[in-house]
């Protein structure tokens, strides 16, 4: 098959979304490698957007991580992110009042891509920063990720989860099943999330058209979240989904 030619600018654009919270810094070679590129023109591109403040180097490695002038606009970004103020002060509601973590993800490059998360000031935390604003998860391994996909058509979901055929080993007519089930009880439930013990209840936020457009994950330890008071977060994510839906609709 034939490889994209993309233009300079392209690939640019292309080196900038590389970096995240678990990759924040690349090599000259990294990059090439990435993009699939000739070193001569990755060391071009970063130079270009070092001299912008795109993006700076740290001399003592090599490396190259996001600059002063993009991590400006985080600030500009959130506040004029409607999805992100919609759900804000409901997340940070709900996370005071079940005592767990709380956050709102999106499907982005065929990820659960974290949106907003809300941490309760309490000392019953067994754990902390499990989730971040910009952690991107693998699709079928969050209850988030799972809502997400709910909605989709087979072949649309078949493209998504190929991304993770070296993760996951699940036969698509076993994913599309459990996919099915969740639409139709309209919440996902997921077990050992994350990390050994620890269980994540999700509910779809919909837009106009019934379409899923993000989806509320609460995330707490096995010990609190049990087959006995799961019911009651299953319907408190349902309730902060719905809430999130007004307050983003409202006129």
Do not use: W
Not at 14 to 32: K, M, N, Q, T
Not at 137 to 150: D, E, I, N, P
Not at 200 to 205: G, I, K, L, R
Request: aromatic share 6%; with cysteine.
């Amino acid at each position: 098959m034939e490889q994209k030619r993309y233009s300079s600018l392209e690939n640019a654009l292309r080196i900038l979304e590389l970096f995240s919270v678990e990759e924040p810094d690349f090599s000259v070679r990294e990059v090439a490698e990435q993009l699939l590129i000739v070193d001569s023109t990755a060391h071009r591109l970063l130079s270009t957007l070092q001299k912008e403040g795109l993006i700076i180097k740290d001399d003592r490695n090599n490396r190259y991580r996001l600059g002063i002038s993009i991590r400006s606009l985080e600030s500009v970004i959130l506040k004029d992110l409607h999805l992100y103020n919609a759900s804000n002060l409901i997340l940070s509601s709900l996370a005071k009042k079940v005592s767990e973590t709380i956050s709102l993800c999106v499907l982005h490059r065929n990820q659960t891509f974290y949106v907003n998360t809300v941490e309760p000031d309490s000392d019953q935390m067994l754990y902390i920063g499990l989730t971040y604003i910009g952690k991107r998860q693998h699709v079928l391994s969050t209850s988030a990720g799972k809502v997400l996909l709910s909605n989709k058509e087979i072949e649309e979901v078949k493209k998504i989860i190929s991304f993770e055929k070296t993760v996951y080993n699940t036969r698509l007519e076993t994913v599309m099943a459990e996919l099915q089930q969740i639409k139709e009880k309209g919440y996902a439930i997921s077990y050992n999330n994350f990390s050994s013990g620890i269980t994540s209840v999700s509910a779809p936020v919909k837009n106009q058209n019934e379409e899923i457009i993000a989806a509320v994950e609460l995330i707490g330890p096995e010990q609190r979240i049990t087959p006995v008071s799961i019911q009651k977060y299953i319907k408190q994510a349902i309730e902060a989904a719905a809430e999130i839906e007004t307050t983003y609709y409202a006129k």
